[in-house]
């Protein structure tokens, strides 16, 4: 399985832009960038979205100046394949443990609630929709 490439932090703000607005050039970027980041300058988001397609987290318009940045993986597939080395390196593999910890620490009063609400229904609302559906078939492991 080809793994993606790892974000840094600063590569993470960046690709939330654009998960958030979809295609943008450096100058689009930067400008939703801004909000959360007064500090960084444009010069700064150009170099930094050419480190990351190098690095293969962004796809680029090669035919058209100003280049067009584009995520090169759906924001649910990053989060999965961040969760899941999460889950490996700091929970030893028990995405039971990972759980644990956030409801101890990280989750309101309301969200509890939902997530109860959820876990009650049988968790239908968690399936992504966009994949087929596997009921009926058996599970097939993580590894």
């Known amino acids: 399985m080809n793994l993606p490439p790892k974000p840094t932090s600063a ?5 939330r ?11 689009q970027a930067h400008e939703a ?12 988001v150009l ?6 397609h190098a690095k293969g987290l962004l796809k680029r ?7 067009v940045y584009s995520p090169a993986q759906a924001q649910d597939k990053m989060q999965t394949a961040l969760l899941r080395d999460v889950v490996h390196k700091l929970f ?6 990972l759980v644990l910890a956030a409801l101890r ?10 997530i109860a609400r959820l876990l009650q229904e049988g968790g239908a609302e968690l399936e992504d929709p966009a994949k087929p559906t596997t009921k ?3 599970k097939r492991s993580g590894r």
Do not use: C, F, I, Y
Request: overall charge negative; proline content about 7%.
């Open 11 to 15: 590569e993470l703000d960046l690709l």
């Open 92 to 97: 030893a593999g028990s995405a039971k443990a």
């Open 33 to 44: 960038l801004r909000e959360e980041r007064p500090d960084v300058t444009e010069a700064n």
């Open 61 to 67: 318009t090669e035919d058209q100046r100003p280049h």
């Open 105 to 114: 620490s990280e989750v309101s009063a309301a969200e509890r609630d939902e």
């Open 17 to 27: 832009v654009l998960w958030r607005t979809g295609p943008a050039s450096a100058r």
């Open 47 to 52: 170099r930094q979205l050419q480190l990351m």
């Open 136 to 138: 009926g078939q058996p």
